[in-house]
């Protein structure tokens, strides 16, 4: 009897997990690509509800959804602070959230790049771990880009469309070619926000943005 006990715990024990769950997490590293000076290294926030449903999509979706389901933009704001009559600095909280939601986006978009068309400077990584395995985002703003920014970045206020202080990804646009002339990426799911301390984007300087989501089975 007692060997057919221990057997039969052996058993239990082997069962599958049938609870296990995904987590995500993200992290960003803004940095001068020249001389390698962080300018941001921080968590972000993942809005669940989006990743949720995309991840849903890209695995079991028809050829449209999981195509759409895809990370395409990364999304540049100004909206994310604010500096009160002191002088400090304010900062809002990330736009995120546990349900679907369609019209998530950031404060004040005031730029956007693809990342999803992988080039050398601008592409998507996925990178293997022992326990988990990592998206890896990287976003190179060149000299050039934007076009209409500043020479140098030597503002005194946090004022302007090209002093950022929010990002966000993006999933591939629904409709990429809007008949109405709009921004395709009105379209697109918000699938992470986050909010740091303002960083200007001039013409005398590369920016690097590395962000990246580590899944994980738990």
């Known amino acids: 009897m007692k060997q057919d006990s221990?057997?039969?715990?052996?058993?239990?024990?082997?069962?599958?997990?049938?609870?296990?769950?995904?987590?995500?997490?993200?992290?960003?590293?803004?940095?001068?690509?020249?001389?390698?000076?962080?300018?941001?290294?921080?968590?972000?926030?993942i809005h669940y509800g989006n990743m949720a449903n995309n991840v849903a999509n890209a695995m079991?979706?028809?050829?449209t959804a999981r195509d759409n389901a895809r990370i395409y933009y990364m999304a540049f704001g100004n909206g994310g602070s604010s500096v009160d009559t002191s002088g400090s600095?304010?900062?809002?909280?990330?736009?995120?959230?546990?349900?679907v939601e369609s019209s998530a986006t950031l404060y004040s978009r005031s730029y956007?790049?693809?990342?999803?068309?992988?080039t050398s400077t601008d592409k998507?990584?996925?990178?293997?771990?022992?326990?988990?395995?990592?998206?890896?985002?990287?976003?190179?703003?060149?000299?050039a880009e934007p076009s209409d920014q500043d020479l140098f970045d030597t503002s005194t206020t946090n004022e302007g469309d090209y002093i950022f202080d929010e990002l966000g990804l993006f999933s591939y646009p629904t409709d990429p070619t809007p008949s109405d002339g709009s921004d395709p990426i009105e379209t697109s799911n918000m699938l992470t926000h986050v909010i740091f301390h303002p960083v200007q984007k001039s013409q005398n300087r590369i920016i690097e943005i590395i962000y990246t989501i580590r899944v994980q089975l738990s």
């Open 6 to 45: 221990g057997k039969k715990e052996e058993q239990k024990n082997m069962k599958p997990d049938e609870n296990a769950g995904i987590n995500m997490n993200g992290h960003i590293l803004i940095r001068d690509k020249e001389t390698g000076e962080e300018l941001v290294n921080k968590r972000n926030a």
């Open 60 to 63: 079991g979706g028809n050829a």
């Open 89 to 99: 600095v304010l900062y809002k909280t990330p736009r995120v959230s546990e349900s």
């Open 112 to 118: 956007k790049k693809i990342v999803g068309l992988d």
């Open 124 to 143: 998507i990584e996925v990178v293997s771990g022992s326990s988990y395995t990592d998206l890896k985002i990287t976003c190179t703003l060149g000299y």
